[in-house]
């Protein structure tokens, strides 16, 4: 069945630093999307990136799509306290057209 | 945040004794979902919906059944629960489709005992 990896699982930063993180898929996909969770909340929808090579940007998070459609990034530029929480990838495309969603990266930002 | 709740927040029970965790939802959305969230594991599809008495399993149905009786309810009903179902609980809908964007509801913490 469909694979999808996310890394990394955790990652400690000093505010003002940057940050990045990735998603696999083992299958193309027809849409990627990115969540985020605050500690102790539940997920947030934040994007959707459907085109081959797709950029798109809010504010200082930029998202990308592989050309293959089998991997996306999520990077945070200069991260403030309030970007802390768990970030996941969503992925659509596989055999049953479900969401399947990455196991996450947990941001932890130092002021 | 598309107006789903859940109920309860918060339950502990004991092994071997039914629970039933309700998704309600006020938009009239067709599709809804029942995931579980543990360390380690992300979130996990437990079963979904796609109308009224129109579900179906996911990845890790085994132990958990579901009803749909209304557009607004999605039921999770743990026959017998047991440790292992330790976890969070999240209902999300989506507006639009089965691989397109999900709003999930607060989450019900349960613990079996």
């Known amino acids: 069945g469909q694979q999808v990896m996310q890394i990394p699982q955790y990652q400690h930063v000093q505010e003002g630093e940057d940050f990045t993180t990735y998603c696999n898929s083992s299958t193309t996909l027809s849409n990627i999307q990115w969540y985020k969770q605050r500690p102790g909340g539940h997920p947030v929808f934040l994007i959707q990136l459907v085109k081959s090579g797709e950029v798109k940007k809010q504010k200082r998070l930029t998202f990308q799509f592989g050309e293959a459609k089998k991997n996306s990034s999520l990077h945070i530029t200069a991260t403030q306290t309030t970007d802390v929480g768990t970030y996941f990838c969503?992925?659509?495309?596989?055999?049953?057209?479900?969401?399947?969603f990455g196991t996450g990266t947990l941001l932890a930002v130092q002021p | 945040d598309a107006g789903i709740t859940q109920s309860p927040r918060h339950k502990v029970t004991e092994t071997g004794t039914p629970v039933t965790l309700r998704c309600h939802q006020t938009?009239?959305?067709?599709?809804m979902y029942w995931y579980r969230q543990d360390p380690g594991h992300g979130l996990r599809l437990i079963h979904y919906s796609y109308g009224v008495k129109d579900t179906d399993k996911g990845e890790v149905s085994d132990g958990y059944s579901v009803s749909r009786s209304k557009t607004e309810d999605f039921l999770l009903t743990l026959e017998s629960a047991t440790s292992s179902q330790t976890s969070v609980y999240f209902c999300?809908?989506?507006?639009?489709?089965?691989?397109?964007?999900?709003?999930f509801g607060p989450g019900t913490r349960l613990t079996v005992t």
């Open positions: 969503g992925c659509a495309g596989g055999a049953t057209n479900k969401l399947i």
């Open positions: 938009e009239n959305h067709r599709y």
């Open positions: 999300a809908i989506s507006r639009t489709g089965h691989s397109y964007e999900q709003y």
